[in-house]
T-cell receptor, first 112, second 109 residues
Framework: NAGVMQNPRHLVRRRGQEARLRCSPMKGHSHVYWYRQLPEEGLKFMVYLQKENIIDESGMPKERFSAEFPKEGPSILRIQQVVRGDSAAYFC??????????FGQGTRLTVV | TQLLEQSPQFLSIQEGENLTVYCNSSSVFSSLQWYRQEPGEGPVLLVT?????EVKKLKRLTFQFGDARKDSSLHITAAQPGDTGLYLC?????????FGTGTSLTVIP
């Protein structure tokens, strides 16, 4: 059973471009969480999704950030018009029912 | 905001020693997870505890959930260099996991 798959592992974007981060949850998991980790800081919650629904986006910046988890395919975290402050490691986690989550290896976004 | 404080923040010990890491909060959690994270990698789930007072053992690691489900501890017996890493506790409540500040453990051969 494959783990949580995130791609790409590393992503470089110029300021103003769009970044798309993908997350394929573990088989049978319908709950997905996105977290951001800044250098020397802890993991910060961004958004919690179930299939086709955003359950809690209280940690997501109001502008430029969006997330989706379609009926088919991976969950996508989209960052529009990236700025240098968006540089971070973005982690996705999946859970079969909430309360026990398995993390992917993350996508390291660098904005130049 | 639910805060989880871990102590100590940094720990450097000799191979073979025992150690305990603490995770404390004023909030009640429905479950608590312990993860280990290596540089450049994602957190790897070690254990989930759900019931107040629950104790789980994973080889040389012993995890305990406080009776009130507000705190937890991780005890490592006879630490080995392979135990080196960042240990994170994460409490689950509502719709998210709240992560602790982390304990960076170095085990010296």
């Amino acid at each position: 059973n494959a783990g949580v798959m995130q791609n790409p592992r590393h992503l470089v974007r110029r300021r103003g471009q769009e970044a798309r981060l993908r997350c394929s949850p573990m088989k049978g998991h319908s709950h997905v969480y996105w977290y951001r980790q800044l250098p020397e800081e802890g993991l910060k919650f961004m958004v919690y999704l179930q299939k086709e629904n955003i359950i809690d986006e209280s940690g997501m910046p109001k502008e430029r950030f969006s997330a989706e988890f379609p009926k088919e395919g991976p969950s996508i975290l989209r960052i529009q018009q990236v700025v240098r402050g968006d540089s971070a490691a973005y982690f996705c986690a999946s859970s079969p029912s909430g309360g026990r989550a398995f993390f992917g290896q993350g996508t390291r976004l660098t904005v130049v | 905001t639910q805060l989880l404080e871990q102590s100590p923040q940094f720990l450097s010990i000799q191979e073979g020693e025992n150690l305990t890491v603490y995770c404390n909060s004023s909030s009640v959690f429905s479950s608590l997870q312990w993860y280990r994270q290596e540089p450049g990698e994602g957190p790897v789930l070690l254990v989930t505890v759900v019931t107040g007072g629950e104790v789980k053992k994973l080889k040389r690691l012993t995890f305990q959930f406080g009776d009130a489900r507000k705190d937890s501890s991780l005890h490592i017996t006879a630490a080995q260099p392979g135990d080196t890493g960042l240990y994170l506790c994460a409490g689950y409540t509502g719709n998210q996991f709240y992560f602790g500040t982390g304990t960076s453990l170095t085990v010296i051969p």
